[in-house]
T-cell receptor, first 115, second 110 residues
Framework: GAVVSQHPSWVICKSGTSVKIECRSL??????MFWYRQFPKQSLMLMAT?????????EQGVEKDKFLINHASLTLSTLTVTSAHPEDSSFYIC???????????FGPGTRLLVL | DAKTTQPPSMDCAEGRAANLPCNHS???????VYWYRQIHSQGPQYIIH???NNETNEMASLIITEDRKSSTLILPHATLRDTAVYYC???????????FGQGTRLTINP
């Protein structure tokens, strides 16, 4: 199957700082990528759909000014958590659909801890 | 997207077949059934998907009832590494969103 990577795999930051998470499709191009968040013992929640060359589409209740998404190329999307607070601590996961496939592939996730 | 219902947890003995049920009674004709699993602290892993015919790959088999209102994921010879949360998701053909429910926590016991 197709491979999606994320960097970093984990990050610890101080409250008030910004953190950038990268999502890359390694062996395919993706015009659309997705960002999910997962709290402990809960399921994945879709945060936003990242569209190459255009603005992201955010799910209801997700602050677009806090979670900045940039999809500058067909293989890279970034999620920046701005002015992070402890409640933003979570597991962030991205995914992507290869063109002409019916399957979505997920990255390994990034664990964020805000102190 | 149609909703799915799965048992919250199941146990299975190592080496036996694990049969995970999923109810999707409101599924539409253009919706696929997808199965993913998530091993602790990892991203979800694609397992299999189907529209109306039964499907098999190197990981599992997917059995969809004739009325498409339910399906069963079969892991033919479960190992300890199959311990994970298994998600059954329905998704419209051509749509992109995957909406995750609570899934089934499958524990494989030695």
């Amino acid at each position: 199957g197709a491979v999606v990577s994320q960097h970093p795999s984990w990050v610890i930051c101080k409250s008030g700082t910004s953190v950038k998470i990268e999502c890359r499709s390694l062996d395919f191009q993706a015009t659309t990528m997705f960002w999910y968040r997962q709290f402990p013992k809960q399921s994945l929640m879709l945060m936003a759909t990242s569209n190459e060359g255009s603005k992201a589409t955010y799910e209801q209740g997700v602050e677009k000014d806090k979670f900045l998404i940039n999809h500058a190329s067909l293989t890279l999307s970034t999620l920046t958590v701005t002015s992070a607070h402890p409640e933003d601590s979570s597991f962030y996961i991205c995914s992507a659909d290869p063109a002409l496939e019916e399957t979505q592939y997920f990255g390994p996730g990034t664990r964020l801890l805000v102190l | 997207d149609a909703k799915t219902t799965q048992p919250p947890s199941m146990d299975c003995a190592e080496g036996r077949a694990a049969n995970l049920p999923c109810n999707h009674s409101t599924i539409s004709g253009n919706e696929y059934v997808y199965w993913y699993r998530q091993i602790h602290s990892q991203g979800p892993q694609y397992i299999i998907h189907g529209l109306k015919n039964n499907e098999t790959n190197e990981m599992a088999s997917l059995i969809i009832t004739e009325d498409r209102k339910s399906s069963t994921l079969i892991l033919p010879h479960a190992t300890l590494r199959d311990t994970a949360v298994y998600y059954c998701i329905v998704r419209v053909v051509g749509a992109q969103k995957l909406v995750f429910g609570q899934g089934t926590r499958l524990t494989i016991n030695p």
